[in-house]
DNA sequence: GTGGTCTAGACCACG
DNA sequence: GTGGTCTAGACCACG
């Protein structure tokens, strides 16, 4: 269910936090769902029980997960919802490549065109 | 010439690399321009000369600058065709975002019309 | 007759010693009457018995509650009394957080008529 | 600078994040202050370098503090601000205690003069 | 020197 | 069994 890649850059609980956030926007994870136990997963990817710790209290503070003490951790009610709306900062990060490369005479045409080839990828697909 | 911010997450020999980068695109620094020296700069800017050093390596590397020695670091004759050149590898930085937006429900329209605004701004500010 | 919830942080024992508290002090559980076994109790609300049976223990140690081998747990007769002469260590607990409003430049007359305010909405209530 | 509780339920990184919001609010700890080193206070209050680590980095999380890496940790320049605002969720922890000591059957009057004794030692201890 | 991430592993509270 | 906290200590990037 999750995929570790150690030689990223991206610290791996920052992996475990984007890639369960895939998987609960793409409806796999639902609303009340249990997450793997921080030992169990711990052993199934072979990565420490304090970084999978530290994945789930940030996405707990995130509003993404809540703990139950003795119980486990649980997808939230409006965790889609949380989601979804701490999306909307990636326009920023979006900005400042695009200025990036209109800074490097990349014209607009072909920046619009290369977005519209992404979306016709994306609706294959589907 | 340059400006350092402390608080950005980015390094600052990324931050001066980048910099120099624009300068060169901009036309400021011309082909076999010299840079300032290494101690000049740092004492201009309060930063540690090992944090200069780094960022004029790294833009040797690339085929920016070249050192000679004794003499000091000189922008390269094909710098800015170098410069653009990488400038294509942020299209993938670019997917990236731009999926994860997707993800996130934000439709092409909205996207497109982000970006479009931004080329308009660009335009106002020449 | 009791209600957990499992979102909260406090401890579920607690939040049964808590209620069974409340239930006293309303006249609702009165000196001397049975409570649930903790089997009993323990299937109705989906709680491991083992989380009943502390909550029972507490209660004992404080005199509240009082065990008959083999036949149950009782309300002791003087329940009221020791909860109401317990409550009185919560006056400490006003001293942190009021003093912590202190720190804050939260003002004495704000606190008052933040108090003043919970009695009426109490009075309200009747 | 700072004192620790060993034997406290509260955790060693929440006593020390608190014990720096009352050195803010102090005015002893001001915006732009560098904060004592991870490695510096670990060893001075012989606390792991992880713990000091999880109460700057909270504290980070809430903008009260901001890292720069390589160069240490300062207070930001609005954490006052932050630190008051984040004040004001204490009234709801107050309301629960004053709401308690009404079903234990303790008056408004009793309340109200309690924590006008805590305001008149406060104007003493000045 | 300074922060950031991570592993290894212990101990406790809760259920 | 499950999460929460903490120690010990390593290794890396940055300055």
Known sequence: MFQ?????RKPI???LAQQ??????????????KMPSVRNL???????P????R???????????TSMMG???????????????????KFDALDVIVKE????????DRILEHIDGLFKKGELEK
Chains 1, 2, 3, 4 share one sequence.
């Open 4 to 8: 570790i890649d150690l030689m990223s």
């Open 13 to 15: 609980y920052e992996q």
């Open 20 to 33: 369960t956030e895939k998987l609960i926007l793409a409806g796999i994870l639902k609303p009340l769902d």
């Open 42 to 48: 711990s052993s199934n990817l072979s990565v420490n």
């Open 50 to 53: 304090n970084t999978i710790q």
């Open 55 to 65: 994945a789930y209290t940030d996405m707990c503070n995130k509003g993404i997960l």
């Open 71 to 89: 119980k486990g951790y649980y997808v939230t009610e409006n965790a889609e919802e949380v989601i979804k709306h701490d999306a909307l900062k």
């Open 101 to 108: 490369l209109m800074m490097a005479s990349v014209g607009k």
